[in-house]
């Protein structure tokens, strides 16, 4: 029996383990992946970091709230083509800051532009590189459908339920009057720092800074400045914003993206709607919005954006870190994950945003000319000639003539994410948002940083405000309002800032 069963079962066998190798060899790799997989994630723990909190300052809430109150009721809009009325009320703003810091007016030096406001505070060791700190004055108007949505008038200014309400408090009045504030506040106290400090506030960064930042930058570079750090608004705070991390994530912009405005423009015979052609100009033009919106260009987790997730991931709960920690193999997981939402999905390419259209005179009349304007936010790995390139491609179409609108630019150089400026202001942050997780990030719209950037490699964006999820679209939008206790922790934030520069 048994001479007479085992030839069989050696026969057999052989093809039984060639059978079963595939297998073996792909469970075996499956195993080891997930091995690999789940060990890059474990390791990953949060950096260890000093816990100490800043002392903190006597500060003077409601005398504080109403000077920042008072600012928000100073309708300083910025328009391209200002009217007198709006003019004034610019000028208004610098003279209620040339009043209200009166001390600063007289014991810094102090230099008034038609659109800037520069304090200097000169240090004891003049020689050393300076801390240049940013804001502007100047607000985006509010739309007049939009008016009735706002729980108090936009320029009320008030005080109530905790909050300062109005346009301005977050973006960016909040800023320039918590820098004023808090140098004010060390000068009462008879500070003086080592590192000189310049203030430049713009007047016109809503509508790019061109009068401001811009030649502020120009006179300064002329002055040889190369500040050690220059710290512009841009990023915030996040209070329960990104919802597999729990707890405060500041980020500190490290880079902006660039942006242009295209205008396609599309030109066919017009006549009576009885007797079209096949396409009119207005459904060519459709047909080339259609395709840029279907074919974005491309979005990785590389550059700044790898830098924020890899940061955030120490916190994260196991399934997302494991995600983003072996992106080796997660990737395109990653990318449709993250490009589901739209914040998210912008980090990682330059987004194309259709926002105007015009086109025809009457519902029976075959419309001559159609054209339409396209936003890209041009993403560090893009370039304005790479998008041209891409919308040339995809449209793919002589009938529509594309054209730049206005000024295009650039995205910005990337800061340095190591040395001593990143240093002083991510244990600054630390120190006055305790607990709180600090991640390098991209900024997706545009500051007055960008306008210094050549004269400084560590150019930040971080301002101190903080923002919970419903409140990312107060920022330009409606309800704009900062917690009082929120504003005092800014000016806190620059005073230490300062202190420790
Ligand atoms: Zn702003």
């Known amino acids: 029996m048994a001479s007479g069963g085992t030839p069989e079962l050696a026969r057999e066998q052989p093809s039984l383990n060639l059978l079963k190798r595939p297998l073996v060899v792909v469970l075996l790799v499956a195993v080891v992946v997930s091995v690999v997989m789940v060990t890059r994630a474990l390791r990953l723990e949060r950096a260890p970091v000093s816990t100490a909190e800043a002392p903190p300052l006597e500060l003077d809430q409601r005398r504080l709230c109403e000077r920042l109150s ?59 590189d300076p801390l240049l700190l940013l804001a502007h004055l100047d607000v985006v108007p509010v739309e007049q459908e939009a008016l009735e949505d706002w729980t108090l008038p936009p320029f009320s200014g008030e005080i109530t ?7 301005g408090t977050l973006d960016d009045k909040g800023s320039a009057l918590a820098i004023l504030e ?142 983003i920690t072996n992106r080796w193999i997660t990737e395109p997981l990653l990318l449709a994950s993250l490009e589901s939402s739209a914040s998210t999905a912008a980090l990682l390419r330059t987004t194309t945003a259709v926002t105007m259209a015009h086109a025809g005179v009457a519902p029976n009349v075959l419309p001559e000319v159609a054209t339409a304007s396209v936003n890209f936010r041009i993403h560090s790995r893009d370039s304005i000639d790479s998008v041209m390139e891409h919308v040339r491609s995809v449209i793919d179409d002589p009938r529509v003539q594309i054209s730049v609108m206005g000024e295009p630019w650039e995205s910005s150089s990337i800061s340095p994410v190591e040395g001593p400026a990143w240093t002083l202001l991510e244990t600054t942050i630390r120190e006055c948002y305790p607990g709180v997780q600090v991640a390098p990030t991209l900024v997706l719209g545009a500051t007055d940083a960008r306008h210094y950037a050549g004269l400084s490699k560590n150019v930040y964006r971080f301002n101190g405000i903080r923002l919970g999820p419903e409140d990312l679209s107060r920022i330009h939008g409606t309800d704009e309002r900062i917690s009082t206790r929120n504003y005092l922790e800014m000016i806190r934030f620059y005073a230490r800032l300062i202190e420790r520069a």
């Open 161 to 167: 339920g905790g909050f300062i309400w109005g346009r």
């Open 182 to 323: 808090a140098i004010e506040h060390l000068l009462t106290d008879g500070f003086r720092p080592r590192r000189s400090v310049i203030v430049a506030i713009g007047m016109d960064e809503e509508i790019g800074g061109s009068e401001g930042a811009a030649a502020l930058a120009l006179q300064f570079e002329e002055e040889g400045l190369e500040p050690y750090l220059i710290l512009d608004e841009g990023f915030a705070v996040l209070d329960g914003v990104i919802d597999t991390v729990p707890g405060l994530v500041a980020g500190i912009g490290i880079a902006e993206k660039g942006a242009i405005d295209l205008e396609l423009r599309v030109e066919l015979e017009g006549g009576h709607s009885s007797m079209p052609e096949r396409q009119t100009s207005l459904g060519v033009l459709a047909k080339a919005l259609s395709a840029l919106e279907s074919e974005p260009m491309d979005a990785e987790v590389d550059g700044v954006a790898a830098l924020f997730f890899d940061e955030l991931a120490r916190e994260m709960e196991f399934w997302p870190k494991l995600l």
């Open 70 to 128: 008072r600012a928000i009721q100073i309708a300083s809009v910025s328009a391209s083509e200002p009217s007198a009325l709006e003019l004034g009320r610019l000028e208004y703003m610098a003279d209620y800051v040339v009043d209200t810091f009166a001390p600063l007016v007289e014991q810094l030096e102090f230099e008034r532009h038609s659109r800037s406001l520069v304090f200097r505070w000169s240090g004891t060791e003049p020689e050393l």
